[in-house]
């Protein structure tokens, strides 16, 4: 039957091959739309990993307190490689509906950095500070505390405001990943 | 058509099909279905430098969308209006997950992502709340999408 078929296209008078061509070329043409409306190229998304925290942990994220049912402390000598320090970077957000100097609700009011020997926050920028200014001394002071003796066992912990963006939030989480700080705990957000 | 005075002349299509089809046959290899949850016009991501290449290994990811007012946003259209709602919602979701890669047959440990996609003018304290009714659902990992910037220098 094949053969057949083969000879008589071969020998007869040619197959009129626009006539078998252009409904393929129109489903062609339809599948091709199809493709083009439904592409989506989503090469530039990310994402940033981590970690979810006891809820216990999360709030008290910062220095390690003893707990209450515990008799006796921890021996700290145990394995002084494995204690970690935790700094705490502070962000303090305008206030909603409120404006604080060229800075509108949402966006970050101050950056403190507060290490765990000190009593005191050490303030990085305030109000009158452009965010990039602030972000690159935050980054500055990061990258000197992971140079340091303890860098390698410090984590850090974002103590954010509620009304803070989250764009402005991921810019802060971004400085302190830049400054190679593999650790970084989000805090429960301060205020109402 | 070789003749040159012949009027009867056809374009050729065959090149123009041959073309037709690698086009088809790229868009075919390069497409990427993508669930409405997955890709929420609505929300406007935050941008970040440390940020790493999605994994589309992994698929077992429960997504919650966040719009500017804070509002958690899900495929199913259900009211995530509270903490708890969105606790019950993620664990309904994360136990679905859990059964049906059982039945697929996996046997190891089964671990369930949860993939916030915030929008960046939403409050920090919105987004907290959220990653907080995960962990008292029992999620363990968590993933924020942003858009990926490359450090300008």
Redesign the interface.
């Known amino acids: 039957m094949m053969g057949q078929r083969k000879r008589h296209i071969e020998e007869g008078e040619g197959v009129a091959l626009g006539m078998v061509i252009t409904p393929m070329l129109d489903m062609s043409f339809q599948l091709m739309a199809f493709f083009i409306m439904t592409y989506h190229p989503s090469a530039l998304e990310a994402h940033i990993d981590g970690k979810l925290m006891p809820p216990a942990k999360v709030a008290s994220a910062g220095p390690a307190s003893p707990k209450k049912d515990e008799k006796e402390p921890p021996p700290v000598d145990e394995d002084p490689e494995k204690a970690k320090m935790t700094i705490r970077v502070m962000v303090k957000a305008v206030a909603k509906g409120k404006k604080e100097g060229k800075k509108g609700e949402g966006e970050p009011s101050q950056i403190q950095l507060k290490l765990p020997e000190k009593t005191e926050a050490q303030t990085i920028s305030d109000t009158d500070t452009p965010l990039d200014v602030g972000l690159k001394r935050l980054k500055e002071e990061l990258l000197k505390i992971r140079k340091g003796p303890d860098g390698d066992r410090t984590n850090i912990t974002i103590d954010a405001d509620a009304d803070l963006k989250y764009g402005y939030f991921i810019m802060v989480q971004d400085t302190c990943k830049a400054a190679k700080f593999p650790n970084i705990g989000f805090a429960a957000p301060i205020g109402p | 058509m070789h003749g040159g005075g012949d009027s009867n002349a ?1 374009p050729n ?2 090149p ?2 041959d073309l ?2 690698q ?2 046959m790229f ?2 290899i ?5 669930r409405v949850d997955q ?1 929420n016009e609505e929300v406007a ?11 589309q290994a992994a698929d077992n990811w429960v997504f919650l969308n ?1 719009s500017k007012a804070g509002k958690l946003l899900v495929s199913t259209g259900d009211d995530l209006s509270t903490p708890g709602k969105v606790r019950l919602y993620v664990e309904r979701e994360k136990l679905a997950l859990v059964r049906e890669a059982r039945e697929r047959g996996e046997t190891k440990d089964i671990k369930v992502v ?2 916030l996609r ?11 709340e959220a ?2 009714s ?3 659902a029992g ?10 910037q490359p450090p300008s220098s």
């Not at chain 2, 915030?118 to 987004?127: C, E, F, G, N, Q």
């Not at chain 2, 999620?139 to 990926?148: A, E, P």
Request: hydrophobic share 60%; with cysteine.
């Open positions: 056809e299509l065959i123009l099909l037709v089809f086009l088809i868009f075919m390069t497409v990427n279905f993508v890709l991501l935050p941008v970040a430098q440390a940020a790493v290449p999605m994994d966040m949860i993939v915030a929008h960046k003018d939403a409050r920090y304290k919105d987004v907290w990653l907080d995960c962990t008292k999620y363990q990992r968590w993933q924020l999408r942003v858009l990926y």
